[in-house]
């Protein structure tokens, strides 16, 4: 099964949607391909109230003709102008040879793959009920009962405070809202989020609907405590410790970028980020990329990157560049993100020696000690080797060891040993009227 | 002016790594340097079976002894290494292959390789997973399998415990003539230098008989007990792969993690780590035929590693003919996991003026030199499948 497409969108969060609606409005046949069973990337999930700005572009998106394969993933990209969709969870799919898998064709690729939380090893943080600030969101907005709960809100970042709202408004109750960096650091944000009300992270209504809770700068998690599951953590702040209990501990240490697909088609990336031009072309011709990983900037710059792709990509120079310039005014919130959720090194001396590091393979900080660097200590400890192949993990590292890692090598994800089976996409390329 | 050092071994590989531990544990001032760190070359790439090969005596006589002297070793292995001795099946489609898997048996017997023949029943009982209708099996009881890149280090930190030091991030420009020169201007000079730069080795030495022949492996998610041994076909008979062509064979490993590794393919010409689509898909294709249920388990990382191929698929172990200071230790195409221990041996013993434990001759690099000179043209039979 397969097929063609103009432009072909890896990611469904807001720069995909932007770029495939954008994209397909100029006339372009349109693919979009995300792994979550509804289109909307990181914070656009079904179940929340979505904004108005979500709204109209779900719409766009209906209204383009785009073609839609969510709940897919790719997990491959064997030649160039090919790229192999596997259907998430296609392990437990009865008939996985047949229905799991599918070969599209582009002439345009728009990465718009997004970022992931980094998280960073503290004592207990494997312990049941702790888990990712974003993923606890992501969860409540799918169901998850968290009413009457205590909630310790822990990391860096914008994103702490747009959980804790959503949560409290969930019913959840929030013992304490720990920001590690300083009110100092975190100001020139504030400022910036203030200045544009109604975009960008709303900081500041954030802020309000949680004021009953604790924000607390300079403060973080020293340890989780429990048995079976999290029963209390210990906060710190300016040397000193408490202990308080919860029921849950939502941690997020800002966003790594999802740069791998990117990496594995040889686009080049710059300080961890994809490097693109104005239009958004990554160093591979063809190749464009949008959102967050050309650079952690939030909603607003992902929607106005996904444009200017979506444009450029149909030819539209002109327009995509008037786009341009309104995104260079934007950047500076990426600058100002960024120095916001500069890491406390004193956070550098949480873990203990035992203290898993790479959760896939338990590899503990101790085995990781005094190593030369990732591919070293991967190949000599197993840190990153697992299925996740160093996704979480990585982050961990590169902050407590500045490592980076190496080599992408396929598959993105883990796929079965089935997609490699098949023969060449472009032998059984399918009527482009066969539905997907 | 005397040399600053014994010897002077240039890679660590699992095979300098052997080497610099059987010079350390001679009392001799041994200095290893490595371009990068202990075991990051071929050694991280490959699938670390420790197996008994015949396709020539010199070959077995090499591996045999390998093997044993993993055997001997075993006990004093850190867990990580994952040292085990799960034997390998060697698959028999048909009875033309059976009549191999006696020949191999005849063979292993009278070298002294314990090898017991499985019917087609006794085979499907071993290994559910495999296809029905299978001839039967040569079951290698000794064969093992192992973590390369953890003995590597392993033995490397025994070298270093005996003497040995070692230097990493060098890069060495120029070994010849008793002087190592590496790329940020140090000089080390030795009265022997042991080349094991693996498939790197003709940067330093262009005359090296030795090309670059890739493979690819493919490593999936936990799934234990899917299979039991190694598993390797001898299908390679009729498929007439040769030293000339790519090729691919069936070749199963089941890791102690659980994890299976997918083999094995083999090309030359190609200079990068990129992925061959084609020849990848016909090697699990190749799997699949033999292993149905393989296509359902998830693959999280496919690589591809370099082998060092000499034209008679023999290492090159010995002196070499026009620089008495060298020793090399290279060419270990796809049994250098396994030979690293005797290649150790045999570069100890040559340089100490040892009598080695077995004749070093078949191996020494001077064959290459009385036959007619060229390039080495290929003149073999058929192949194995092993890693
Ligand atoms: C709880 C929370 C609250 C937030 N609040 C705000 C806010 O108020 N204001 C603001 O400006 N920003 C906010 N953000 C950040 C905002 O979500 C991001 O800036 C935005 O989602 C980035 O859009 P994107 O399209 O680049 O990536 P994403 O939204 O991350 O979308 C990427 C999509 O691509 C998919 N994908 C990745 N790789 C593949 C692949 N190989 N195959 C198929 N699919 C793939 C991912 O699963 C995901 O669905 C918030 C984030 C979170 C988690
Ligand atoms: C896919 C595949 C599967 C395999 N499976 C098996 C198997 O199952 N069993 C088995 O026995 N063997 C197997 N092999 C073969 C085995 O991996 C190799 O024979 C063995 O690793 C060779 O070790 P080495 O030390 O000679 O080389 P390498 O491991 O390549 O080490 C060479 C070292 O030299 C260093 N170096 C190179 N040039 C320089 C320089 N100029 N200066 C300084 N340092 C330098 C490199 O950094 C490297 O560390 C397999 C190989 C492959 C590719």
New binding site residues.
Partial sequence: MSREFDVLV????????AAAATAAESGLHVGV????PAA?????RSGALLPAAAQRWKARLAAAGVVRLQG????DCPEPGAAR?ERNGAEITRDPESEGRRDLRYRHLIL????R?RFLPFPGWTLPNVMG??GL??MVRGGLPIAGKRVVVAGTG??LL??AA?LTSRGARIVAICEQASAAQMAPLMMQVLRRPG????GAS?RWATKKSRYLTRCWTVAALGDERLRSAILQRDGKQWCVECDVLACGFH?VP?TE?AALLGCRLENGFVATDERMQTSVPGIWC????TG???????LLE?QIAGLAAAGKTSAARRLAGRRRGALGFVRALERACQLDPQIRDLPREDTVICRCEDVRLGALLGRGGWRDAKLHTRCGMGPCQGRICGGATEFLFGWHADSVRPP??PALVSSFLEPDAASELASPKEAL | MTPAWDVAVVGAGIVGAACARECAARGLQTVVIDAAGVGGGATAAGMGHIVAMDDSPAQLALTRWSQELWHELSPKLPREVEFESRGTLWVAADEEEMAEVRRKQGVFAAAGVAAEILDSRALAEAEPQLRKGLAGALLVPADGVLYPPAAAAWLMGEAIRMGAVMITSQRVIAAARGLVRTDNGKEYSAKRIVHACGAAGTDLLAELPVRKRRGHLVITDRYPGFVHHQLVELGYLKSAHSIASDSTAFNVQPRQTGQLLIGSSREFGAEDSTINYPLLRAMLQRAASYLPGIGRLQAVRVWTGFRAATPDKLPLIGPWPGDDSICLATGHEGLGITTSLATGRLVASEIMGEKPGIPAEPYFPVRFLEADHGSPTPTLYGEAAHG
Avoid: M
């Fill in positions: 890896v990611g469904a969060g807001p720069a995909g949607i391909v995300d792994d979550n909307g990337g990181q914070i656009w897919w993933r790719i997990v969709a718009a793959t997004g970022a939380e600030a974003g969101d992501a914008p994103l747009a959980v959503h975009k960008l992270w709303q954030y966003l999802n697909l949008a959102g967050e990983p952690i900037g939030g909603v607003e710059l992902s996904g993105v994800f």
